[in-house]
């Protein structure tokens, strides 16, 4: 057991969580675009955009995420020629991974307005994309909130996953610290406290925000 002080590990893990916070929110971003568009595509009327779709969302859950960071970390660059950071090819991985699920929160979210809202929209002079922007898309808000910090949880845990490819994230630094010192327990007390300190604080976020908009 180490006799270092827990604040010395600080520095290098604090450096990690500021890894893996960008690495979750520019995850999340990108899959909420990604989700949009693919939510779209499968409550359209179009049979060719809900195959692409379904086929999309079937591949990208059906693999694991370990794989799929594999796969473009060292396939992609085989096949293009052209070689990613580490961490932009993991960030691309999970944006990836997390669209497939944002496009089922938003899908779920958008069919469980009643249909009426619809027509009631166009009834008074709204065209359909307004429609979906001033009536479905608020209320639909609602029924997503809770799913969209669930997969921000999720998102958060499956940024551990890129330490396998090198990228210095909180597990990574925290194993790089306990592997030289061996005060195992410890370090992953406080990687694992971190972690949870994290989600508290978007949960909180998230129950603001819907404490504001409801007001």
Known sequence: ???????????????GAQLT???????????????????????????LLQGCAAIYGTLVRGLPLLVQVLLVYFALPALTGVRM???VAG????????????????????QSVDPGQMEAGRSIGFGHWETMRLVI????????????????SITLKDTSLLSVIGVVELTMAGETIYSMNFDTIR???IVGTMYLVIYL?????????EWRISR
């Open 21 to 47: 916070i960008l690495v979750t929110f520019i995850s999340m971003i990108g899959g909420t675009v990604i989700g949009i568009i693919l939510a779209m595509m499968k409550i359209s009327s179009s049979k």
């Open 201 to 209: 604080v978007a949960e909180r976020i998230a129950a603001w925000l």
């Open 85 to 87: 950071p580490a961490v």
């Open 187 to 189: 370090v992953l007390a």
């Open 1 to 15: 057991m180490s006799d270092q002080s827990w604040t010395e590990y600080l520095p290098s893990l604090m450096q």
């Open 91 to 110: 960030t691309i991985a999970i944006m990836l991974f997390t669209g497939a699920f944002m496009a089922e929160i938003i899908r779920s979210g958008i």
């Open 137 to 152: 898309w608020p209320q639909a808000f609602w029924v997503m909130l809770p799913n969209v910090v669930n997969q921000f």
